[in-house]
């Protein structure tokens, strides 16, 4: 998936940037990961566009579904083809989709309305990401597993990375044994990548 070389804008499921984390069980492994903080562009254009790319945003999602807030970690709430979405430097609204691109295009001009928007093609779908998040998810809010697993105790948070395509785990160590009990007890799916990080210091 191409990417521009400044710092993007995450608007598909932000929010889940700290699902994994907040069911944490350790107090202290609270999350570290932060969705990107707005870059401002001081012209005219970019404002417009992105006040445009929000309104995009919001359709597409209502689209989805009404209840698509509340619904947000739902897997099922996206459909098959759609990557996920951000916005670009120039405040334009990018939209990763899976399979055909220009059918896909065609698609979601008429859901959106408008055409002035771009589409990138991606290897997997939102949702399939989200599935994986499930079971990261799952695994931490399971009582039955030792606080001592060597998992516990280098987790540092998870997420979904559109702009990767992948889902990121942080850990705060990367050792081979920690990498392969992650992949034995929760996934072992390809989308998965894992990154050395820290956990956010106590409030």
């Keep these: ?4 070389s ?25 999350d570290n990961v932060t969705a990107p903080a707005i870059v401002a562009d001081s012209t005219a254009n970019s404002a417009k566009n992105n006040e445009q790319a929000m309104k995009y945003h919001e359709k597409l999602m ?8 509340e619904r947000e970690s739902d897997p099922y709430l ?17 939209i990763a ?14 859901i959106l309305g408008g055409d002035d928007f771009k589409v990138e093609t991606v290897q997997y779908s939102y949702r399939q990401m989200m599935q994986v ?17 060597p998992v516990l105790v ?6 979904p990375d559109v702009m990767e395509n992948r889902v990121k785990v942080i850990l705060t160590g990367m050792d081979q044994a920690v990498i392969s009990a992650f992949k ?20």
């Design 154 to 159: 280098q987790f540092a948070g998870a997420y």
């Design 6 to 30: 400044l710092p993007l804008i995450f608007f598909s499921m932000i929010l889940l940037v700290s699902v994994a984390c907040d069911r944490q069980k350790k107090n202290t492994a609270e």
């Design 78 to 94: 996206y459909p098959d083809y759609y990557g996920g979405s951000f916005i670009d430097n120039s405040g334009t609204f990018v």
């Design 184 to 203: 034995k007890d929760i996934s072992d799916s390809p989308l998965l990548v894992f990154e050395k990080g820290e956990r956010p210091a106590l409030m």
């Design 133 to 149: 998040m499930d079971k990261i998810d799952a695994f931490l809010a399971d009582n039955t597993i030792s606080q001592e697993h």
């Design 97 to 110: 989709v899976t399979g055909n691109q220009e059918a896909n295009r065609l698609k979601l001009a008429d």
């Design 1 to 4: 998936m191409k990417t521009t």
């Design 62 to 69: 209502e689209y989805f579904s009404d209840d698509w807030i």
